[in-house]
């Protein structure tokens, strides 16, 4: 397991934009593919994106699509997730997840570290 820590949230208007990171301070981040979930009150936990061990593959839910973009940068042992025109909708909990595999996943079963998560409030 490795250790996780979210930052980045806060309060934004909708259209606006917001930042998340990711960090690690473990040498091992970047064997593995990193994924980012969300959790609305009141609902599951949902994939939001994922990018594998090298960066050169990413996975976007059809949610976000053409407003999200996920990256990492392996010798600073961080992913990012880059959110534009948010929407209400996009308010959450935001988790990153790192898989046990090189490439990212959608299913939550396969991650073996969590981050503490940090909320994300759109108003609108």
């Known amino acids: 397991q490795v250790q996780l820590v979210e930052s980045g949230g806060g309060l934004v208007q909708a259209g606006g934009s917001l930042r998340l990171s990711c960090a690690s301070s473990d040498r091992t981040f970047s064997y593995y593919g990193m994924d980012w979930f969300r959790q609305a009150s009141g609902k599951e936990r949902e994939f939001v994106a994922g990018?594998?061990?090298?960066?050169?593959?990413?996975d976007i839910a059809d949610s976000v699509k053409g407003r999200f973009t996920i990256s990492r940068v392996n010798n600073g042992n961080a992913v990012y997730l880059q959110m534009d025109n948010l929407k209400p909708e996009d308010t959450a909990v935001y988790y990153c997840?790192?898989?046990?595999?090189?490439?990212?996943?959608?299913?939550?079963?396969?991650?073996?570290?969590w981050g503490q998560g940090t909320q994300v409030t759109v108003s609108s």
């Open positions: 990018i594998s061990s090298s960066g050169g593959h990413t």
């Open positions: 997840a790192a898989s046990r595999m090189s490439l990212n996943s959608r299913q939550q079963t396969v991650h073996h570290s």
